[in-house]
């Protein structure tokens, strides 16, 4: 039979409190940390942007991007799929004064299209083909 191990807090360093000058600092490089990767981010989609036709922009592990996908699929378009963290990779390219874009993002051409719903809704009203069909991305 198990024995029970006694509990007792002094044993575990990693639970222990820093002082709260480091503690400081390193939070501090943490928000420096998390600016540069959103900077970057934002130039990778900007990029992107610039050099797909299709793209679909999504958060990182969102089922949403896959049925952005298949949806473009099932038209005979293959779109780019970049994952961001967060939806703050999008402010470079959005237009200044529109509207703010949830993700997934689907850009079409080099302009935001819209989000899921956006998309669902150009699909069913049959106006998504000759959009595609502009941009280069389907040659029905």
Request: aromatic content about 4%.
């Amino acid at each position: 039979m198990y024995q029970a191990i006694p509990y007792s807090s002094g044993g575990r360093p990693w639970l222990r409190q820093e002082p709260a000058a480091s503690a400081a600092v390193v939070d501090v490089v943490k928000v420096e940390t998390a600016l540069a990767r959103g900077r970057e981010e934002e130039v990778e989609v900007r990029r992107a942007v610039a050099e797909s036709p299709v793209l679909v922009v999504g958060r990182r592990g969102c089922c949403l991007i896959h049925v952005v996908k298949r949806l473009l699929q099932g038209l005979g378009v293959n779109p780019a799929v970049h994952e961001v963290a967060g939806e703050a990779a999008l402010a470079g390219v959005l237009p200044a004064g529109g509207e703010a874009a949830a993700l997934p993002a689907v850009f079409v051409g080099g302009k935001l299209l819209g989000g899921l719903d956006r998309l669902m809704a150009v699909h069913i009203s049959g106006e998504l083909v000759p959009i595609l069909k502009k941009a280069g991305a389907l040659w029905l």
